[in-house]
């Protein structure tokens, strides 16, 4: 069974694509960008700032599947510049903690509403 999840606590999507979807215990979480949920606007113009509000919508979505972020099991990084990957990786280790998640981290040549990050996941519902 696929479900669509939706939660006003993070972004609506830019386009013809839904937050996530859950099949079964899987989660698809769509890529999300550092926009304030109630404004849609971008939050911050440094990596550290916009990687914060990126994962804080993430687990946002994740809490509105019954899910802990301990469940996320892979992530897709895209910066804007990979000069950035160190304070990037310095709020990521924070919120992710000791339950770091496979993924892998590729500089991109532009991201939508030119922000400098975006985050795709997939967790698992134990």
Same mark, same amino acid.
């Given at each position: 069974?696929?479900? %669509?999840?939706?939660? *006003? %606590?993070?972004? /609506?999507?830019?386009?013809? !694509? *839904?937050?996530? =979807? $859950?099949?079964?215990?899987? $989660? #698809?979480? &769509?890529?999300?960008?550092?926009?304030?949920?109630?404004?849609?606007?971008? =939050?911050?113009?440094?990596?550290?700032?916009?990687?914060?509000?990126?994962? +804080?919508?993430?687990? /946002? =979505?994740?809490?509105? &599947?019954?899910?802990? =972020?301990?469940?996320?099991?892979? @992530? &897709? @990084?895209?910066?804007?510049?990979?000069?950035?990957? /160190?304070? #990037?990786?310095?709020? !990521?280790? +924070? #919120? #992710?903690?000791?339950?770091?998640?496979?993924?892998? @981290? $590729?500089?991109?040549?532009?991201?939508?509403?030119?922000?400098?990050?975006?985050? &795709?996941?997939?967790?698992?519902? *134990?």
């Amino acid at each position: 069974m696929r479900t %669509k999840i939706s939660t *006003s %606590k993070a972004p /609506a999507a830019l386009g013809p !694509y *839904s937050q996530a =979807i $859950l099949v079964g215990n899987l $989660l #698809f979480i &769509s890529g999300q960008i550092p926009l304030n949920p109630q404004t849609n606007l971008v =939050i911050g113009n440094d990596i550290k700032t916009q990687t914060k509000q990126v994962l +804080e919508n993430l687990q /946002a =979505i994740v809490a509105a &599947s019954q899910m802990r =972020i301990a469940d996320v099991v892979k @992530c &897709s @990084c895209f910066l804007k510049n990979l000069q950035d990957f /160190a304070d #990037f990786n310095k709020v !990521y280790t +924070e #919120f #992710f903690g000791t339950s770091l998640p496979a993924r892998e @981290c $590729l500089e991109v040549a532009k991201l939508p509403k030119d922000v400098l990050i975006e985050i &795709s996941a997939i967790a698992v519902k *134990s």
